[in-house]
């Protein structure tokens, strides 16, 4: 992949720390000799190799004041925030992009930080650490305006540029973008590790059925409402998931409508895997004559989990059947998409203003239909295995024996098992039964 970004909560961190190698040691040298478990290129230098244009590491100053940029601020990690004071032992500023949750809108850089390069950056998010590296020379390049746009669309509240070119390169828990250049500092995170390597870890999805209570989104007639398909498409999913192994969260109760940033908090909280939201479509007002299912994303590329996780939605989709709107996944910057930590994918099951998916969508055998797509397609992207449902053995009726000897014995035709007899029948069975003695049989 040409682009990686990762997000560390706050809670995880161990230790952050800038490791100065003076354009001396490698990536995967600076690796080896830290087992960090990410690592990005850090800020900018000179040419006589001194650190530009702010640095401060263990309690030193190594570049010259006055400081005057904002930059990141910490002394152990988890205390790590967005400042324009030195006062703590470590200090890192390039060029900020994002502050308070707003775009910085006249960015301050120098001319050879210019163009459609590799770019890297730190940030923070729903109190996670955010880490993002793209490679130079490649599609995902940009201005430093485009990483503020694409930082900001993801919900970033705040964020530095750092070095970037040649110099972008990242090792964010085993995902690499490599490059040759030897960089004079690095940003290092050390998280705990509570026996993670002796524990198989559960995998947590979170759902999240659109609306609450007091929504009227429905179908124009009044007979289909979009928070009661939700809930009731939610309660079909979890058994399935949970058949497979998966821990399964919800945003809300079903009297309750949270809001959209609290219903993203719920899953950050609980670290999930992935979120996703259960909702369906409308085209205006009335009826209307679009129909199917469409999925939804924050932003490409195609490569980040989050579109892969969606891809494996519509395969599984397609492969039951289900009429799709579009075939490619869409992009939106909803908020319960930009403001979540992890994958998150927006579903829009159908039409509710088209009469044919509104028929569809009240379906329970329809729903049945939607909800194990759903849960075999997020089983896919999990690594899961989806299981089969057994089907529990079908007992013989306990006259199943009787029946096959009088049928043998040409005593009864063996139809109608469980209906009333006639006198007639009775007469008939009766004389056949006689003959059969008579006959020694």
Not at 118 to 143: E, I, P, Q, V, W
Not at 353 to 358: A, G, I, Q, Y
């Amino acid at each position: 992949m040409s682009k990686q970004i990762a997000s560390v909560p706050l809670r995880d961190i161990e230790r952050l720390e800038i490791k100065v190698t003076n354009c001396r040691k490698t990536m995967a040298q600076v690796k080896t000799e830290t087992d960090a478990a990410y690592i990005l290129n850090g800020g900018m230098w000179n040419a006589d190799g001194s650190p530009c244009p702010l640095l401060k590491v263990g309690g030193k100053n190594l570049s010259s004041f006055p400081w005057s940029a904002y930059g990141y601020s910490w002394d152990d990690g988890p205390d790590i925030h967005l400042s324009l004071q030195h006062t703590q032992r470590n200090f890192i500023a390039v060029t900020p992009l994002i502050k308070d949750g707003e775009t910085i809108e006249k960015l301050s850089y120098a001319y050879a930080q210019g163009g459609k390069r590799g770019r890297s950056a730190m940030g923070l998010k729903d109190g996670a650490l955010c880490l993002y590296c793209s490679g130079d020379g490649t599609a995902d390049a940009k201005t430093p305006e485009q990483l503020r746009e694409e930082l900001y669309a993801l919900g970033w509240e705040s964020a530095v540029m750092l070095d970037g070119g040649g110099s972008s390169q990242c090792d964010f828990d085993g995902q690499t973008i490599k490059a040759s250049r030897k960089v004079h500092n690095w940003i290092c995170v050390y998280t705990t590790k509570e026996d993670k390597e002796d524990k198989p870890v559960k995998k947590t999805v979170c759902l999240d059925p659109g609306h609450g209570p007091d929504t009227t989104n429905g179908s124009p007639d009044g007979t289909y409402k979009e928070r009661e398909f939700a809930w009731d498409l939610y309660e079909r999913i979890v058994p399935l998931l949970e058949a497979q192994g998966v821990n399964v969260i919800c945003t809300r109760t079903e009297d309750t409508k949270p809001s959209l940033t609290e219903r993203a908090t719920v899953a950050n909280n609980a670290k999930a895997d992935c979120f996703i939201s259960l909702h369906t479509n409308a085209s205006g007002s009335g009826w209307g004559s679009p129909s199917g299912l469409e999925l939804y994303t924050s932003s490409g590329p195609e490569t980040a989990q989050r579109n892969v996780l969606a891809a494996q939605l519509l395969n599984a989709f397609h492969a039951a059947g289900v009429s799709l709107w579009a075939s490619t996944v869409k992009h939106e910057a909803y908020t319960v998409l930009t403001k979540t930590n992890m994958p998150a994918v927006l579903i829009e099951y159908g039409f509710h203003t088209n009469k044919s998916d509104v028929a569809l969508l009240k379906d329970s055998v329809y729903r049945d239909q939607l909800a194990e797509a759903t849960a075999r397609g997020v089983c896919k992207w999990l690594g899961i295995t989806y299981q089969e449902k057994e089907e529990a053995p079908v007992e013989k009726p306990w006259y199943t024996d009787a029946q096959k000897w009088a049928v043998e014995m040409g005593i009864a035709d063996g139809t109608r098992p469980t209906d009333p007899c006639t006198r007639a029948e009775e007469w008939t069975m009766l004389q056949r039964l006689y003959n059969l003695i008579k006959e020694g049989k």
